[in-house]
Each structure stands twice: as structure tokens, then as C-alpha cells.
């Protein structure tokens, strides 16, 4: 072990199974370390404490706001916040901001707050004059509260880490999803990145599953809407897998036809980390060239979602289990962040 001060984990309220699942895979990998480490003869006493999700509790005050306790002792831990911030994205990201000082009152060793989904990560730039860069708000109100690390699943801008000054681990969802599509009926597949911005992004995945890679090229109609005026890559006679880091209104669904003029089949898949799904998206799922959207669950998602015929969920806990074990304990994590 890396660290003599005890590992907690606790969840705000945006995304309680998704904590639940990391916690119990943190126990398991927690037994495997021991029986290694007392076979080779080493010492295993500081080990011993079960891996236990947090005591805290959330409650909305009658006139709406927020309050938090934690029900336990932290001094001296190292304590993980796990809460995604999506919506209502200004009640999760005050609540975790309220933990976070809950824990650094409580004299806590080390805070890590572990955001699935980073809020106003589109507002990462002025796009204007006069605006506000919301996502650099974010980090500047985590820091001031006494943030210790930040851990993040693939945030819109990659330049956001550069915000911060305390230690950001970006991580991606993109060896989760990818695997999905390591599967015989994708070996006449291509990836495709919905725009020049995310090719890069697009290349990893192609890169790790040996796919061509297609790019979209558009043109900018107004300061909301943008639309595909052509397509740089083979796409001929292949199936599709449209890449990106969120999906809100589901405009990314509207290349579908521009893919399918190009040649491609007439299936097309989706693999993106973070479902927002507003009413839009779903509605153009109902496409029936869309066959599949494939998401993390970075993002906690109704029931109605997980049923959903054509959306697939897929957990990054074991991910970001091994994440969190391997900060605690002092070990490298440079095989898991993204790559920019």
C-alpha cells in the first residue's frame, strides 16, 4: 500500500449505483491484494478494514435547499465523492460542493471528487465577448473549497484539466465502449467522427478495434445548428459506429442520412460516454436507420432508458474502481486517462 490513511468512498445522490458498483469491486480487488501480498509474505495488517460505501445522507430543506452530513469519522482518510453533475446539473454540483467542504471541516486527509460527467463542460471557452467559461467556474469553486484531485470521464474540451491547479486524472470510457464492438459483425465497420473536432478522439477508436476511420466534415448554419456538407473517408458499403463524448438533443443522429448517401449500410451505431437524452434524442432514435446507441453510465439513467430497445448501458465501474485503488495506493494510472 501506498498510504497509511484509510480508504473511504461516498456517493451524493445523482448516481448512488454506479458508487455501489465500485464499491463492491474495490472489496473485490481488495481480497486479491491481500491474498498476493501474504503470499509473498508481506505485511497485510493496515488492509483488514472492509471497503464499505460511506455513511452520509442528502436532504432538501422546504424552501429547496440542500443540505448534507456525513455520518461517520474522516480524519486523516483519504475520502473519494463520487457525484456526476448532470441534471439537475446546478442541485448535483452544489451538492457535491457541500460534501466537499463537509469533508475538509471534518479534517480529512485527501478529497478526490470523482465527476462521471463534468458540469458546463461545453462552456470550457468565449465563444463571444462577454460570456462567462463556465467549466473554468467549476474548477475555481472546487480548488477553493480545499479539492485535493479531481477525476473526470471524458470531458468536452480536453484543455479543461489546464483549470485546475491541484492534480486532474481524465479519464475515458472509451476502452468500455470500444469493446463492445469486438465482435465479428463489426469487422466491416468504421468509425466515424461526427465533426473535425473529435477526430482524434474517433482515431483512438479506431486505432483499438483496427478500423477505418471516416470524418464529417460541416459547415456552421447559425450559432446552434451545423450541417454535414461532405464525408472524408470510406464509408462504402461499411457499418458505421459514430463516435463523440455527449449526447443532449441528439443532433448527432441527423448524419445518419448524410452517411447512408455516402454509401454507408443502412445501420448505423452510436458510441457515446455521456447520456444526457433529452426528448429530442429520443425521438430520433426512433429512426429506423439508427440501430444502436451504446452509452456509459457515467450518468444514472431511468428505467425507462435501460429498457429502451435500442440504447445499451455499459458501466465503467470496474474502470473506475481500479482508478481509485491505484490513487490510493500511490501506483500509475497513465494506461487508463485519455490520451489527447
Known sequence: MGTHHPLRVFSGSANLPLAKDVVRILEQI?????TTRAQRGLDVSGMQEPITLGQSKTSRMPDSELHVAIDQVVRDQDVFIIQPCARPVNDNLMELLLYVDA????????ITTVIPYYPYGRQERMAKGREAISAKVV??????LGVSRVVYFDVHAPATQGFFQ??????TALPVLAGYFKKPEFKNAAIVSPDVGRAKFAGRYAEQLDLPLVVVHKRREDAKTAKATHIVGDIQGKIPIVIDDVIAGGTVLTEVEE????GALPEVYFA???GVLLPSALA????PHVKQLVISDTIRQPKAIRDHAKIVVLSVAELLANVIWRIHCGESISDLIEKT
Open 30 to 34: 481488495r481480497g486479491k491484494e491481500i
Open 103 to 110: 469533508f475538509r471541516r471534518a479534517s480529512a486527509h485527501e
Open 139 to 144: 474548477a475555481t469553486m472546487l480548488e477553493a
Open 166 to 171: 491541484v492534480p486532474v486524472d481524465p479519464l
Open 259 to 262: 452517411l447512408i448517401k455516402a
Open 272 to 274: 457515446i460516454t455521456h
Open 284 to 287: 430520433r432514435l426512433e429512426d
